[in-house]
């Protein structure tokens, strides 16, 4: 077995004990690490915080995940979630709490538009995705006419839910909990997930498998979009604000969690659950960075070499002919 | 990505040549779809003239010609990583790290640095080792481009927004201002340094070795290499080359602001894949080029100097070169050679 895995080489260190170990244990020893350098990290009130502040994080990173499973990426998710927030904060005062699933049925909308911009005009995911963002982008510029836009007093009764806590539990952690869930239900357990992890592993063979490829990918960008559209919601629910560039720094972040998490690139192999560890990993770093003295304006740098980093070491080398 | 081309395909550059020896019909619909991004920009500019006379006015055209320069310069370079079949994600990143280099390294109000034009060649290598990262990460690591230069925008941002301490420096420096403020033959120099910069690609493209190699990479990467091509060579070059760009944007950039921030390259990136996918250049790789890239520049700039002129919403154009990227690849992706769409 051993001379196996020696005779395979560098792949040993994508196989799946590692892939399921790594972001775990990765995990682990980066808490410890902020437990040192600030006892009293690993308590119930500072975790609780921020699992709070991961929540708009994993939502996005969820999103992102169902389109990666499939072996596409999604770039529109920062802009839809910027424009549901822009539409929460607009039509609050207007439609009261119905504001809620209207912006959260336009990310959906735009999630179907870049499923089918990309299937149907067969047109690589990312280009697609890029489009279609600034398509959205631009909208959201024109319903708030370029400016930020305040939650004001009246709109904040319907808001407060979000800030809330239930059972002991900030309510944005049981959404992130039961948008989980959902997500590890529908991919485990449903004809869809098991087709998104299909067509990801290899589409020719999910194919002529008769699985209908084109449904797959575009119901894929529809929950992405909608997941995208609810993060945005919560984001502007929780600063009493909605803009353009709400959630404009949150695609990378949200990009990097998924890989880091183990999910690859290359997909059909992922999941929800490693995304919420990859999340996690995500959230402790920006604590930890401060906690270590890394000057916050340098964060990117840190995801932009983790994003690297993990797509390197995650990546199914075999499954790419030419590396483009 | 597509991963997977049919390699029984000729590489691209040859099909001209090939179409040319086949006959009228075929030369129609080739020219047809060469000509088709000129013919673009000539019925978009008669139909902005004839609905505002303002715009075919001396001062309009020279600041079309300005606000094209920093696009036109970015653009060259996605341009041959496009003709590669890759995507260089990382402008956004590599311009702000020009701009910052140039910023504070020439006189400004945050050092007291003033190596006057010795900046300006430090910005622009410094916009050159990011695209030398992006093309040594994409090849030694053997990652997807799209993912290295994700990789890659965010560590130039992140760089940026730290020497900066996230705020905004001033550019002191007379003769570098005057990059954006000075004239030559009624043009500002940003925009002499833009054309600069596209003669420069043209002859890369046309006249150079790595110019054709790049093309015939895009081609057929397959057949590349078995011509004895390295793709790991003209990778590497091809990215440090739009890093190059990249950086003299960055220095452009920062002259027309008088500053430099984190944020010099918000939404450049988006319009230069516009501008490229608009010209005409494959996505796919190996058809299109520097040309293509002019027009497709020109044609974005004048859409939005119109839409301004005929007084529409200025929030409204990104959504219309969302919709034009859209449209443009839908009419030019060449679907037949590609088996996965991803």
Redesign the interface.
């Known amino acids: 077995m051993k001379a196996l895995t020696a005779a395979v080489g560098w792949k040993g260190a994508s196989s799946l004990p590692f892939r399921d170990l790594a972001p775990p244990g990765l995990l682990v020893l980066l808490v410890v690490i902020v437990e040192i350098f600030a006892p009293g990290f690993v308590t119930r009130d500072t975790l609780l915080m921020v699992l709070g502040d991961t929540a708009v994080l994993f939502l996005l990173a969820t999103a992102e995940t169902f389109v990666i499973l ?4 999604d770039l529109s998710i920062q802009s839809i979630a910027s424009l549901a927030s822009v539409l929460l904060a607009q039509l609050l005062p207007i439609l009261g709490g119905f504001a809620y699933p209207v912006a959260i049925l336009a990310g959906l909308v735009f999630g179907i538009l870049s499923g089918i ?3 149907r ?8 995705t ?10 959201a ?2 319903a708030a ?2 400016r930020a836009i305040t939650i004001e007093e009246g709109g904040r009764a319907y808001t407060a839910f979000v800030n809330a806590t239930l059972f002991g539990l900030p309510s944005v952690v049981l959404l992130s909990l039961a948008v989980g869930l959902a997500g590890f239900w529908v991919l485990r357990y449903t004809r869809f997930g098991r087709y998104s992890v299909a067509v990801g592993a290899g ?2 063979a999910a194919w002529a498998a008769g699985v209908n490829v084109n449904r797959t990918k575009i119901t894929a960008f529809a929950v992405s979009g909608t997941l995208a559209a609810l993060a945005g919601v919560v984001l502007a629910a929780r600063l009493s604000s909605g803009s353009p560039s709400l959630a404009n720094q949150l695609m ?1 972040p949200a ?1 990097a969690a998924v890989i880091v998490g183990g999910t690859a ?1 290359t ?1 059909g192999l992922g999941n929800v659950g490693r995304t919420a560890v990859g999340a996690l990993i995500i959230s402790i770093v920006r604590v930890g960075m401060t906690f270590i003295g890394v ?1 916050i ?9 983790m ?2 980093a993990a ?2 070491v995650t ?1 199914d ?1 075999s ?6 | 990505m597509a991963t997977q081309t049919n390699s029984s395909s000729l590489p691209q550059p040859l099909t001209d040549r090939a179409v040319r020896r086949l006959g009228r019909k075929r030369i129609t619909r080739a020219a047809l779809r060469a000509y088709a991004p000129v013919a673009v920009l000539l019925v978009l500019g008669i139909l902005i003239a004839l609905a505002n006379p303002n715009f075919i006015e001396l001062r309009n055209l020279v600041r079309v010609a300005n606000a094209a320069a920093v696009p036109l310069t970015i653009a060259m370079g996605t341009t041959f990583v496009i003709l590669l079949g890759s995507i260089d994600l990382s402008a956004e990143g590599a311009v702000a790290v020009g701009a910052m280099v140039l910023v504070l390294l020439a006189r400004n109000d945050a050092n007291t640095h003033d190596f006057g034009w010795l900046a300006v060649l430090a910005a622009v290598a410094a916009g050159g080792i990011m695209g030398l990262v992006s093309g040594l990460v994409q090849t030694g690591l053997r990652i997807p481009s799209f993912m290295a230069t994700l990789g890659t925008w965010f560590i130039g941002l992140g760089l940026a927004t730290y020497m900066l301490g996230g705020s905004a420096v001033r550019l002191m420096d007379p003769a570098l201002r005057g990059l954006a403020l000075n004239r030559f033959a009624g043009l500002p120099v940003a925009v002499w340094v833009a054309l600069g910069a596209f003669a420069v690609a043209a002859v890369i493209q046309t006249q150079t070795r790595l110019g054709r190699h790049i093309l015939a990479l895009g081609g057929g990467e397959d057949l590349a290499e078995y011509s004895g091509i390295s793709p790991a060579r003209v990778r590497l070059l091809a990215f440090t080359l739009a890093g190059l760009f990249y950086g003299v944007a960055g220095v452009l950039a920062a002259s027309q602001l008088g500053q430099s921030n984190a944020v010099i390259g918000d939404g450049r990136l988006f319009a230069a894949v516009t501008a490229v996918v608009v010209g005409g250049t494959a996505l796919t790789g190996g058809e299109g080029g520097v040309f293509n890239t002019l027009v497709g520049v020109l044609i974005v700039t004048v859409l939005s100097n119109g839409m301004v002129l005929l007084g529409v919403s200025p929030y409204v154009q990104q959504t219309v070169q969302g919709l034009m990227i859209i449209a443009a690849v839908a009419l030019s992706l060449d679907r037949v050679r590609q088996t996965i769409v991803k």
């Not at chain 1, 499939?70 to 990426?73: R, V």
């Not at chain 1, 005009?121 to 280009?127: E, N, T, Y």
């Not at chain 1, 890029?130 to 398509?135: E, I």
């Not at chain 1, 964060?299 to 070499?305: L, M, P, Q, S």
């Open positions: 499939l072996g596409g990426i911009v990309h299937v005009l067969r047109v690589p995911s990312f280009v697609a890029l489009a279609t963002g600034g398509v959205v982008a631009g909208l510029l024109l006419r370029g589409e020719p990378l990009i690139i997909g000057n304006f340098a964060e990117n740098v840190v995801f932009g070499a994003l690297i797509v390197a990546i080398r499954k790419i002919a030419i590396i483009k």
